[in-house]
Structure formats: structure tokens, C-alpha cells
């Protein structure tokens, strides 16, 4: 089966190609350019050197969150379209399980972290098992105390993956929790994760496919705000 597979969920974007588990091609970049701007260009190009035409996939995968707010609406909006007017299947995976693929190599409990602000991050926590990764736990935003409780429950380092990585390995060395941190290459979201992660989902139409949020936008909890005191009508 021939993927492509699209990761906007962040600041860096990238498209793949996989074939059979197997990447033929991978084009990222991180720039301060929106990603409405660099994602469909480099999945031309993409598919242009490879010599691989749209018709030619057999499936459109994308990471429809947690992430960017803007971003996930970007790959969303980008496969569906492509989908439609490719008359393709297509389908949305977590942008956590695509990165958690990023710690086969280190084996064990991986923890793949999105910064979420607010003293939060988006999280999930996976253990590799027979060469993928096995989920242990939701999607979900949580604040890494309560992350740091729970892995320090594993009594077992794990592999932290992501654009939260980081951040997360600061806090949790401050907190004598154990952790591996990923080598800067393994770290960021890969549309290579997303191809990996969507082998084995079930295929739909672009209709089917929403963006996954876990939250409120910004906009959203202020004016949720704003209602909770009076201040805004319905």
C-alpha cells in the first residue's frame, strides 16, 4: 500500500511517501512561513521526484491533532481536499501515536509531548512491543505534574518525543523523574510517523475526516470565560 501522508500539527511540516511500512520519500521543512504556504507545494515536488503520481496512492493520511489550532486545520483542510478531488480514501491519525513511532529504536515506554501552554502538555504514553507502538493511555492535555506522577508510577525511564520534550525534560529532571530525552532528529513530528500510524486504520471519505482538538481554542475559553461572569449573552 502506497501512503501519503501529510504533519502540520506544528511548527515544522513535512509530507511522505511510505510503501508497505517502507519510506520512499520525505520532504520537511521549519521556517517561519505558514504552513499554508509550504505543505501542498512540497507534496508536489515530493511526488514530481519520485516519479509517483496522485492516482497512483492508495491513501491519504494525515495528523488531525492535538496540536496547532491553525496547523491541524491546514493538514485537515489539505487532504481533504486533495481526497475529494483525487477520489481517495483518506484518514486522520493522533499526532502523539505518529510521533511515539519515533522511539522504535529506543525501545521501552515512550512519552510523546506536545507544549500546550497554559502549564500544560499534550500527552500519551506508549511501550514498544513486536516493532510498534502499543498505547497505554488517551490523547489528552494534563500538566506535567500530573504527567511526572505518572511516569514516575512506571519506575522505568521513558523516551520523550516532540516539540515538548524539552520543556518536559527540564521539569522532570528538577523532579528526579527518568527520562531519555530524543536526539534532535528523532524529536520533532514527521509526516513519516503519520504514514506508520495509519497502515493499519480504517480508511473513510474526506467527509469523515475532522480535525481532533482536545480543547478549546484561546478565543473559545475567553468567551467561554466571559459567559461563566455575565458579561457576554447568547
Known amino acids: 500500500m502506497l501512503i501519503l501522508a501529510f504533519e502540520s500539527s506544528a511548527r515544522a511540516a513535512s509530507a511522505a511517501l511510505c510503501r508497505d511500512g517502507c519510506l520512499v520519500s520525505q520532504y520537511s521543512q521549519c521556517s517561519a512561513l505558514t504552513h499554508s504556504r509550504t505543505l501542498l507545494p512540497m507534496a508536489e515536488d515530493m511526488l514530481k521526484n519520485a516519479e509517483i503520481a496522485l492516482a497512483d496512492v492508495d491513501l491519504i493520511a494525515v495528523a488531525h491533532g492535538p496540536g496547532s489550532f491553525t496547523g491541524i486545520r491546514i493538514g485537515v483542510s489539505t487532504v481533504k481536499g486533495l481526497a475529494w478531488a483525487a477520489e481517495k480514501p483518506c484518514v486522520g491519525v493522533s499526532t502523539l501515536e505518529a510521533m511515539a513511532w519515533h522511539g522504535l529504536a529506543a525501545g521501552g515506554y515512550v512519552c510523546p509531548v506536545m507544549d500546550a501552554r497554559r502549564s ?98 484561546q478565543a473559545e475559553r475567553e468567551r467561554q470565560e466571559r459567559l461563566e461572569k455575565g458579561g457576554e449573552k447568547l
Not at 502538555?121 to 488517551?138: D, G, M, T, W
Not at 506522577?149 to 520543556?167: Q, S, T, Y
Not at 521539569?171 to 520533532?188: C, D, G, H, K, V
Open 120 to 217: 500544560q502538555v499534550y500527552s500519551a504514553l506508549f511501550e514498544i512491543q513486536a516493532q510498534k507502538p502499543r498505547r497505554l493511555s488517551e490523547d489528552r492535555p494534563l500538566a506535567l505534574s500530573e504527567l511526572a506522577e505518572e511516569i514516575r508510577a512506571l519506575k522505568e525511564p521513558v523516551f520523550l518525543v516532540g516539540d515538548g520534550a524539552e520543556l518536559t525534560a527540564a521539569y522532570f529532571q528538577e523532579n528526579n523523574i527518568p527520562y531519555r530525552l530524543a536526539p534532535e532528529n528523532l524529536r520533532w513530528q514527521s509526516a513519516w510517523g503519520v504514514a506508520m500510524a495509519a497502515a493499519d486504520k480504517p480508511a473513510a471519505g474526506a467527509d469523515a475526516l475532522l480535525p481532533v482538538y482536545l480543547r478549546l481554542s
